[in-house]
């Protein structure tokens, strides 16, 4: 079945992605989201219903840090590549409106 | 008008008393310059992967536990995905589908005093997100990265609740689970715990539930009471005029009592969940539970008892003391030292309550010490000062934590028991004041108080009070 | 012949014996890059300066005798998705233009302790995110066998500068055959090591639970003892895996007696160039005569990969590359009306085509209502394909396979059609869902003059038994040298 996506999704998606496409590039994204979802639609083939979703690989589990203070100050490591800072601070546009 | 009953379920956001983040090594210390407690995993820095802080699933275990919560063995880590400029990797690690506790649930008294019990749907751990700090006139906010990554779990309860005050007990219980475990101090002015409303309204004797709405930013319990009834306020009028409440997000304005919705079209409220990739399960074996379970310090119903049992002080006064962790500590603390509850208690309850209330303070921000409370009521035992010496130096001790002992001996404030000195006092006051000493000849009592004040003013309080008054009444 | 020609292994050797010496070696390699990288344009950043002082300093504790690995003062290129403290860190992208990181990546510490030389950052499919090395921001890189045709990708300026005698070895990473398929594009040799042996700690993420850090060189020698090297258990990765014996040298042995090499049937069918089948089936013969047992099979599950692999992969993309946005680091947009357009201009402007494709792609596959459909199906078929490779292992000690359908295509001629460029990744990709290690060595050299890689694949924590059989084969066949070397 072919995958119709239509221009809200894009849309959509450009909202969560972050993300603003031209009129080209939103048709160009259009046909190849669509064409993408066509061929995994191939997956359908499959029998997955006793399956276990396998997120990790390897049975690891329980990797911890104990609770101690290792890190001193930070600052040059995150203000170092800020494209706009005030003094020790990174500078955003403004987030609360009134 | 029809009846409307409130429902409402919590989202309650504790901050863990942990030393470290929950995925790297930066402190939590409080202040600190802005980005000084950052390192490149805390501010999303490329390459950098997260480590789980032990200590983080072992108190929030031991909450789930206090709770009544079924611990999940096999918990996992999920990413929530969203753009904000706090949040330094645009997701959050948090617990989505494999949460670390389920299914519990705490008992609260409600105002006619029954007790009902307020389910807890499930627990789970999570980071917090820097601060942004808004220029009040400029077009920009400011990110401080301090607080990204400290530890938080979040609570989530069941639509349990029909009333703000069934919310204030519900809170207060919660709090002081979790104070007692030592797992936060749950400060709500400082937002080492912070509550989200979801609140809908229905018909009395309804079933399905109405539309709720969530609302954010309540920073007391003031605060969340008034959002709670203008929340109620506002839903019915919608319905009342033939509207429908909208599924939405919130933000209460405490000062202008008032909440506006956080719609925005960039908001699309879809948080893409996934199983976080650099994170490895989390098992909780028996054995690990149990010693988190055998590491539980003794909570408030228990302490109670003991305080009735053990140091015979007033159900009232057990019930303030032991209605504060912080409190309980000192009162604990204090008694180890001086071994009299009674006296310990009523400094507690007295003075300091008073004090407290003087000064906005909350037990948590008590500053003294249980040595020097301890010392002053060795002082005040052995007749060392009077009852009104004693109040001056816990003023001190309470604004300074000074030592009494030294405090007493420097000011010269202990009393004089010495016969000579107060009978010389005793004498002088007699003559300078002849007609209160004919009142008290005529029968008058009240003028033995004011010869007695006379004395203890002349003496700057320091006279033994019992000694004035048989000397006064035998030069008489 | 110059130092540039000698594998990582042999300078290294002259180094310690003092008939060379580190500055010399590096100043070779440097040379080396400055007369071909007009051609190939295999490196973002060339650190001449800094070069040359780590190959003095490292001569002095070669000098002193503290310093005695295999690769102390022998150069190498790094990968520009790898962070390195103060050392432009691009990822190939724009939005990463100007980013240099506070902190290096613990596989190049590992490097550096042994007294490996940095001499720069090479050119890479931007984030990872493609088969050719044309979706850098900063010019495709060309194929040293011919410069009309690509060197593969995302690894492919680490390969083409192996390949182009640029630098003794590099570093790559594989998401989805990211060092195999460039290796066996450029006439090289790479190991994609089982997930969690190199530590992923500042490796900058493209499909975390994909991603693996691995070496590029000229042989298998080469490669095993840099595996050796950048192999460590990192607390700081909780990805990593303790193991017991990271001692992949002792596997150097010309030796396949007895060994069962299977050979699945679907990696043989349709789509696959015949020149290419013929040299692969032609390695197993020679594996064959040398005492291998090899078996035809059926794998099965081969054609899911791929879809499973996008979903997964662009997912968990879309996720990682969220945190570039104009705020921390990296490109910023210069006009913008408020936060949210700040965001959207910024990595509208800083992400290319094929990035922007696929964090559409992963953001679409998790949003809600489609979580289940794509994201969990991809989990499940994940589950399978591991299965198909825990029965293969049942019954093979290593499964041969082409690493490619092809050999390098033209330039120019692949991103007009993303899925057919993906679907050049078949062969690779199953390796990266199962956390499997997987070998390239060059196998042959087509009728048009490209070569031709043969791939090894082993279970988890099996590398002993591909770097052996890879070994075995190498010694039959003389390396060949790209025309630019």
Sequence with gaps: MANIISDEIIDYVGILAKLELDSEEKEQAKKDMGRMLDYIDKLNELDTQNVEPMSHIFPANNVFREDKVANGDGREYVLANVPERKDDCLIVPKTIVG | MKQYETVIGLEVHVELATKTKIFCSCSTEFGGEPNSHTCPVCTGMPGSLPVLNKKVVEYAAAVGLATNCKITKNCKFDRKNYFYPDNPQNYQISQLYYPICRNGGIEIETEDGSKKTIGIHEIHMEEDAGKLIHDEWGDNSLVDFNRSGVPLIEIVSEPDMRSADEVISYLDKLRLIIQYLGASDCKLQEGSMRADVNLSVREVGSQEFGTRTEMKNLNSFKAIARAIEAEKERQIDIIESGGKVVQETRRWDDNKEYSYAMRSKEDAQDYRYFPEPDLVPVIISDEWLEEIKAAQPEFRDEKLERYKQEYKIPEYDAQIITGDKHLADLFEATTAICNNPKKVSNWLMVETMRLMKEHGIEPAGLKFSPENLAKLIDLAESKQINSQIAKEVFEKIFNEDIDPEKYVEENGLKTVSDDGALREVVKKVIEANPQPVEDYHNGKKKAMGFLVGQIMKEMQGKADPALANKLLKELL | ?485
Excluded at chain 3, 384 to 397: P, Q, S, T, V, W
Excluded at chain 3, 448 to 457: D, S
Aim: hydrophobic share 35%; net charge neutral.
């Design chain 3, 1 to 485: 012949m110059s130092l540039t020609n000698l594998t990582a292994i042999e300078l290294g050797k002259k180094i310690q014996n003092k008939e060379v010496s580190a500055l010399e070696a590096v100043q070779a390699a440097l040379d080396s890059i400055d007369s071909k990288e007009e051609k190939i344009n295999s490196f973002v950043t060339v650190d001449k300066e800094g070069a040359i002082n780590s190959a003095k300093k490292v001569q002095k504790l070669i000098d002193t005798g503290e310093l005695k690995s295999p690769v102390a003062g022998v150069p190498v290129a790094i990968k520009d998705n790898m962070c390195t403290k103060d050392m432009l860190t691009t990822c190939s992208s724009r939005i990463l233009g100007n980013f240099i990181p506070m902190y290096t990546a613990e596989a190049i510490i590992n490097l550096e302790k042994a007294g490996a030389v940095i001499l720069g950052k090479t050119n890479m499919d931007e984030f990872a995110m493609g088969s050719t090395t044309e979706t850098s921001y900063y010019g495709p890189t060309k194929n040293p066998w011919n410069i009309n045709h690509v060197p593969g990708g995302s690894s492919g300026g680490s390969c083409a500068a192996v390949a182009a005698e640029e630098c003794s070895f590099a570093l790559g990473s594989d998401t989805g055959g990211s060092i195999r398929q460039p290796c066996s594009f450029c006439g090289v040799t790479g190991i994609k090591p089982t997930y969690g042996t190199v530590s992923r700690y500042g490796l900058i993420a493209y499909g975390s639970s994909l991603d693996q850090i691995g070496p590029i060189a000229k042989d298998v020698t080469d490669c095993a003892t840099v595996l050796e090297i950048i192999a460590s258990y990192d607390h700081k990765d909780s990805t990593s895996v303790k193991r017991d014996k990271l001692d992949f040298t002792s596997a150097l042995v010309d030796d396949v007696k007895g060994m069962k090499i299977g050979l699945p049937r679907d990696y043989f069918g349709e789509g696959l160039d015949s020149e290419v089948k013929e040299a692969v089936f032609n390695a197993a013969k020679e594996l064959e005569k040398k005492g291998a047992v090899i078996e035809e099979f059926d794998l099965s599950l081969v054609d899911y990969a791929i879809p499973a692999y996008y979903i997964i992969a662009c997912a968990e993309a879309s996720s990682n590359l969220a945190r570039f946005d104009g705020v921390k680091y990296g490109y910023r947009t210069s006009e913008y009306n408020g936060l949210h357009n700040m965001y959207k201009k910024s990595r509208s402007e800083g992400f290319g085509t094929e990035v922007k494709r696929r964090i559409m792609l992963g953001s679409f596959v998790l949003s809600s209502g489609y979580y289940d459909a794509y994201y969990i199906k991809a989990l499940k078929t994940k589950a399978l394909i591991k299965g198909a490779f825990d029965r293969a292992f049942a019954k093979y000690d290593v499964i041969l396979g082409p690493a490619a359908p092809t050999t390098a295509p033209e330039l120019g001629k692949s991103l007009s059609d993303p899925l057919k460029m993906y679907l050049g990744d078949i062969y690779t990709i199953s390796a990266n869902l199962s956390g499997l290690p997987g070998i390239t060595v060059p196998c042959g050299i087509d009728s048009k003059g490209l070569p031709i890689g043969l791939q090894l694949l082993g279970d988890c924590f099996k590398e002993k038994n591909i770097i052996r059989a890879a070994y075995a084969f190498e010694q039959t066949r003389e390396y060949k040298h790209s025309p630019l070397s």
